[in-house]
Nanobody, 118 residues
Framework: QVQLVESGGGLVQAGGSLRLSCAAS????????MAWHRQAPGKQRELVAT???????TYADSVKGRFGISRDSAKNTVYLQMNRLKPEDTAVYYC????????????WGQGTQVTVSS
């Protein structure tokens, strides 16, 4: 079992930056990939960025060049650095962990609110 706890959300003006953190505890060796997803009001949850155990990353087109995902294996923590934020980035951001050979996340965090004002 894995527990995920996000932190770092808040209110920021457009053009500003935030860094989200996701601390994982439990059976860390059960995780093959970590990801950040987000869900805006009235919209479906969407994948923002992923990072594998080997450090490979992927990004949604809407955040490429502005967001960066990274991990500190010693701390079992994944980060999402968000720069040049836009009002359309406003959403609840969720951390997720995927088990090896599973196509979708098994564990989810509780979410952290990010609000970008114009």
């Amino acid at each position: 079992q894995v527990q995920l706890v996000e932190s770092g959300g808040g209110l920021v003006q457009a053009g500003g930056s935030l860094r989200l953190s996701c601390a994982a505890s439990g059976s860390g060796d059960s995780i093959a990939r970590m990801a950040w997803h987000r869900q805006a009001p009235g919209k479906q949850r969407e994948l923002v960025a992923t990072i594998t155990n080997s450090g490979s990353t992927t990004y949604a087109d809407s955040v490429k060049g502005r967001f960066g995902i990274s991990r500190d294996s010693a701390k079992n923590t994944v980060y999402l650095q968000m720069n040049r934020l836009k009002p359309e980035d406003t959403a609840v951001y969720y951390c997720a962990a995927t088990r090896p050979y599973f196509p979708t996340p098994t564990w989810w965090g509780q979410g952290t609110q990010v609000t970008v004002s114009s």
